[in-house]
């Protein structure tokens, strides 16, 4: 049987925790759903008062397309810093005429809900070009030699990517701190083997029916923030939970998500 663990919005939680983003660290705790809420209490209420021809088709998606648009269109984009034109481009693409207003609207609106969220990056960038070095929450680093002598189009994409590494890269490394907890605690075996993994997911092969083993997995994976594998481990207290979403199925396509705690 096939067997999927993905952590559940990884970056976005990195994000949250780094930035010590207000709303985002309390939705975490509440087991809110922030995909939902930025299509519902975001980009809803800007297409309604503009009553246009995106919200006529905003009115006929299902919520299902909302969501995705809250994840992919808006949340996932706005960590790293969107413009109106690629909202409105990303919005097209999937069928919802967006204007650059509406667009320009929703991204004030998301930017009221989460401030903290741009101030992160203002103020890390800043670090970056200061130190030449950008840091997971790990303390891994990356070096950004000569930013003085780049032009000003290079030094913004450098200092992107310096705010990228902080967030990308500490998600990294607590996928890669998980997979080195599974195979230490016995749970990546003979029986139960980790075969790939896709994004923020590890794909198993493991015998059907094993919950317990399922259950095990999920907890070692939501709890990595709190386990040091050497000495020297830069431990921290992590005010945002992980959440860890199990799947079961004959293939990856088709794997359904189960419930470890019955």
């Known amino acids: 049987m096939l067997i999927k663990a993905d952590y559940n919005q990884l970056e976005m939680r990195v994000l949250a925790e780094s930035g010590n983003v207000a709303n985002l660290v309390s939705a975490y705790q509440n087991r809110d759903d922030t995909h939902r809420s930025s299509a ?61 207003k509406e667009a320009a609207e929703i991204l004030k609106l998301f930017g009221r809900r ?14 970056v070009q200061a130190s030449g070095e950008a840091r997971t929450l790990y303390n891994r680093r990356r070096i950004f030699s000569g ?13 992107r990517e310096g705010f990228n590494h ?8 607590l996928f890669k701190l998980a997979l080195l907890r599974l195979w230490r605690e016995g749970l990546w075996d003979d029986t139960h083997r980790a075969v790939n993994y896709i994004h923020d997911e590890i794909v198993f092969y493991a015998p059907e029916g094993d919950i317990d083993w399922c259950r095990r997995v999920k907890e070692t994976m939501e709890s990595v923030t709190s386990w040091q594998p050497f000495d020297s481990w830069p431990m921290r207290e992590w005010s945002v939970p992980l959440e860890v979403e199990v799947s079961v199925g004959t293939n990856w396509y088709d794997a359904l998500p189960i419930d470890t705690d019955t």
């Not at 002598?149 to 994409?157: C, H, M, P, V």
């Open 166 to 173: 902080r967030i990308q890269g500490t998600a990294a490394d």
């Open 40 to 100: 519902l209490e975001i980009v809803e209420p800007v297409l309604y008062r503009h009553n246009g021809p995106a919200y006529e088709a905003w009115l006929q998606w299902e919520m299902k397309q909302k969501r995705w648009f809250g994840k992919n269109g808006l949340n996932f984009p706005s960590v790293y810093g969107v413009a109106a034109d690629k909202l409105v481009e990303q919005a097209n693409k999937n069928g919802l005429p967006l204007t650059t």
């Open 114 to 127: 989460y401030p903290q969220i741009e101030e992160h990056r203002s103020q890390y960038q800043a670090i």
């Open 147 to 159: 930013l003085a002598q780049y032009d000003r189009l290079e030094r913004s994409a450098a200092l």
